[in-house]
């Protein structure tokens, strides 16, 4: 079974702090995604990349950047955390380059910022 | 634009009742889609998928749906709905917008009542 991990269930943060998600992913899957996921809007992406050092915008790429720097990991980065990035924070892999591929999700990291 | 609706925010149905969760999309070409659900506390495991061939499809935990171009719908199903169902659901478009993404409705929360 594929497996993605992410490196905190929940998460508080204080406003101006920088704040790294982690997620892994154990089927050496080429692409891989971060969603943030708030009650009423679904799952808005955020960053995604299709290989390794390679990157690009979601719809909501504001406040946040992203590091691959192995194929099986995807960074996600609060430069500096603000209150409105509070959010549950999804990541997800899939493999292939088509739109048909489904994609595997992580259990979610809840993040607070105070 | 490429868009995923799901009219309804929660739905309660009676365990051993029936279910249907609606889903319409917006997608110039063929659309390739999916049904997610998400448990509480969890990410989101792919319950079944669409992509050409016979328009009824049938997918894990007995749910199935039907692929209805004419009203370009994808409505999720089963007969009889236990109380381990309760969950988030969300209906998905696999599209190209300038790379391969899924775009994912805002989701429909099931509530199971005994």
């Known amino acids: 079974d594929v497996k993605v991990t992410q490196s905190s269930r929940y998460l508080v943060k204080r406003t101006g702090e920088k704040v790294f998600l982690e997620c892994v992913q154990d089927?050496?899957?080429?692409?891989m995604f971060w969603y943030r996921q708030d009650p009423g809007l679904g799952l808005r992406l955020i960053y995604f990349?299709?290989?390794?050092?390679?990157?690009e915008k979601g719809d909501i790429p504001e406040g946040y950047s992203v590091s691959r720097e192995k194929k099986e990991r995807f960074s996600l980065i609060l430069e500096s955390a603000s209150t409105n990035q509070t959010s549950m924070y999804l990541c997800?892999?899939?493999?292939?380059?088509?739109?048909?591929?489904?994609?595997?999700f992580g259990p979610g990291t809840r993040l607070l910022v105070l | 634009a490429q868009s995923v609706t799901q009219p309804d925010i929660h739905i309660t149905v009676s365990e051993g009742a029936s279910l249907e969760l609606r889903c319409n999309y917006s997608?110039?070409?063929?659309?390739?889609l999916f049904w997610y659900v998400q448990s509480p506390g969890q990410g989101l495991q792919l319950l079944l998928k669409?992509?050409?061939?016979?328009?009824l499809v049938q997918g894990i935990k007995g749910f199935e749906a039907e692929f209805k171009r004419s009203q370009s719908s994808f409505n999720l199903r089963k007969p009889s709905v236990h109380w381990s169902d309760a969950a988030e659901y969300f209906c998905?478009?696999?599209?190209?917008?300038?790379?391969?993404?899924?775009?994912f409705g805002a989701g429909t929360r099931l509530f199971v009542k005994a």
């Open positions: 997800a892999s899939s493999t292939g380059t088509n739109s048909k591929v489904a994609q595997y």
């Open positions: 089927m050496d899957h080429e692409n």
């Open positions: 990349s299709y290989d390794v050092k390679m990157k």
């Open positions: 997608y110039g070409a063929t659309p390739y």
């Open positions: 669409y992509f050409s061939g016979d328009t």
């Open positions: 998905a478009v696999g599209a190209y917008t300038g790379g391969f993404k899924t775009i």
